[in-house]
Nanobody, 118 residues
């Protein structure tokens, strides 16, 4: 049974930083791409950052240069470092993993709330 558990969200002022963590279990973490998505109130969920099995990364245009995704395979953990946060980054952030290599994201965490005040 795959479980993804996020932590690290909170309330921060604009310009501040947070680091989200996601601990995975029940999958071969080192063989799995991982991603962070977010969903703001009244908006569709969007992909924020992706990291491949070998550490290649991709970002949404809106967060490039401010967010950094990384992974620690020894700890089965993926991180999202968020700098220079903006009020529009306010959302629930979800960790996700695909069901197979190259497949769709089918495993999701419960989410962690990030609120950025102006």
């Amino acid at each position: 049974q795959v479980q993804l558990v996020e932590s690290g969200g909170g309330l921060v002022q604009a310009g501040g930083s947070l680091r989200l963590s996601c601990v995975a279990s029940g999958l071969v973490f080192g063989w799995s791409a991982m991603a962070w998505h977010r969903q703001a109130p009244g908006k569709e969920r969007e992909l924020v950052a992706h990291i491949s099995e070998i550490g290649n990364t991709d970002y949404a245009e809106s967060v490039k240069g401010r967010f950094t995704i990384s992974r620690d395979n020894a700890k089965n953990t993926v991180y999202l470092r968020m700098n220079n946060l903006k009020p529009e980054d306010t959302a629930i952030y979800y960790c996700a993993a695909p069901g197979r290599i190259g497949g769709e994201y089918v495993y999701w965490g419960q989410g962690t709330q990030v609120t950025v005040s102006s």
